[in-house]
């Protein structure tokens, strides 16, 4: 069974502190990795997608992605109270297969 | 318009009726997604579209019928559903495989009395 591991949060962090999201997947063939944030209530909006061993930047956003270990994370500066979402991350293996975890919830405290 | 739009937003029916969700992209994407979200569990894959062919089959039941007539829109026709189908069904697009972004549309909240 291919999975997506997400810590189900919730991810408490002060207003202007890095958050920090990690995701592990189990095939090692996955190719694409994407983190989407979700308001509650709300679609999934891409973050992030990256798909190279190494980091990815945009914004306050930072990917991680680390092959061998299968690890994903995703890096948020400055967090803001409007940050405070539910952010899930996905892997893909190519074709049209997007498996997705179940999401960690993300708390931004003013 | 632009994006994924879908309709309903909200949708109640009992286990006996026959209704359909319809999704549309304006993106000029040419793959489309059927996702079931249920709470506290992750993002379910039920179909999948491309160029209007279907390529993915998710081992759904047969009381959940796809339709896709253009690379646009895509239908989703319910019959005959249980409680346990009461969820957000999310539509989504992607310009080509999977292994591009996919744009969702807002999702039908469907609830099964």
């Known amino acids: 069974q291919k999975e997506v591991e997400q810590n189900s949060g919730p991810l408490s962090v002060p207003e202007g502190a890095i958050a920090s999201l990690n995701c592990t997947y189990s095939?090692?063939?996955?190719?694409?990795f994407f983190w989407y944030r979700q308001y509650s209530g709300k679609s999934p909006e891409l973050i992030m997608f990256i798909y190279s061993n190494g980091d990815k930047e945009d914004g306050r956003f930072t990917a991680q992605l680390n092959k061998a270990s299968q690890y994903v994370s995703l890096l948020i500066r400055d967090s803001q109270p409007s940050d405070s979402a539910t952010y899930l991350c996905?892997?893909?293996?190519?074709?049209?297969?997007?498996?997705f975890g179940a999401g960690t919830r993300l708390f931004v405290k003013a | 318009e632009t994006g994924v739009t879908q309709t309903p937003r909200h949708l109640v029916m009992g286990m006996t009726n026959k209704k359909s969700l319809k999704c549309e992209q304006h993106?000029?994407?040419?793959?489309m997604y059927w996702y079931k979200q249920s709470a506290k569990k992750p993002l379910e894959l039920m179909f999948v579209?491309?160029?209007?062919?279907?390529?993915e089959n998710n081992s759904v039941p047969s009381r959940f019928s796809p339709e896709c007539p253009n690379s646009s829109h895509l239908f989703l026709h319910l019959h005959t559903l249980q409680p346990e189908d009461s969820a957000l069904y999310l539509c989504?697009?992607?310009?080509?495989?999977?292994?591009?972004?996919?744009?969702f549309g807002d999702g039908t909240r469907l609830s099964i009395l």
């Open positions: 993106l000029g994407h040419n793959a």
């Open positions: 989504a697009s992607s310009q080509d495989s999977a292994d591009q972004p996919q744009h």
């Open positions: 579209y491309n160029f209007k062919e279907q390529t």
């Open positions: 996905a892997a893909s293996t190519g074709g049209f297969k997007t498996i």
């Open positions: 095939d090692r063939g996955s190719q694409s």
